[in-house]
């Protein structure tokens, strides 16, 4: 199983960006789908995280200006960033939690980190 983020780069402060990281493999089911950031010098930190019916939660600092989506026949998840920050600057990671198809166990998986760089 594989997680292929993409869609980051650089963005002015206020501007929007749109990542997207589809999981491709030997998938029987994908439960909570989420993303997590990790500034420089700092802790890999929760962003928004979605149940596979598609409740979502967000961290405080993203709340009103994220918006993270899944589309299950795709396999794939989404985030929606408007309004960016200096401060959301970081290497966004999608991770999964997948039931594989061979052994019926689940799994956590993560993808390879897609860059964000806000400009002033």
């Known amino acids: 199983v594989q997680l292929q983020a993409s869609g980051g780069g650089l963005v002015q402060a206020g501007g929007s960006l749109r990542l997207s990281c589809p999981a491709s493999?030997?998938?029987?089911?994908?439960?909570?789908m989420a993303w997590y950031r990790q500034a420089p010098g700092q802790q890999r930190e929760l962003v928004a995280v979605i149940t596979r019916g598609g409740n979502a939660n967000y961290a405080d600092s993203v709340k009103g200006r994220f918006t993270i989506s899944r589309d299950n026949a795709k396999n794939t998840i989404y985030l929606q960033m408007n309004s960016l920050k200096l401060e959301d600057t970081a290497v966004y990671y999608c991770?999964?939690?997948?039931?594989?198809?061979?052994?019926?166990?689940?799994?956590?998986?993560w993808g390879q980190g897609t860059l964000v760089t806000v400009s002033s």
């Open positions: 991770n999964a939690h997948i039931i594989t198809a061979h052994d019926r166990l689940e799994y956590d998986y």
């Open positions: 493999g030997s998938i029987f089911r994908i439960n909570n």
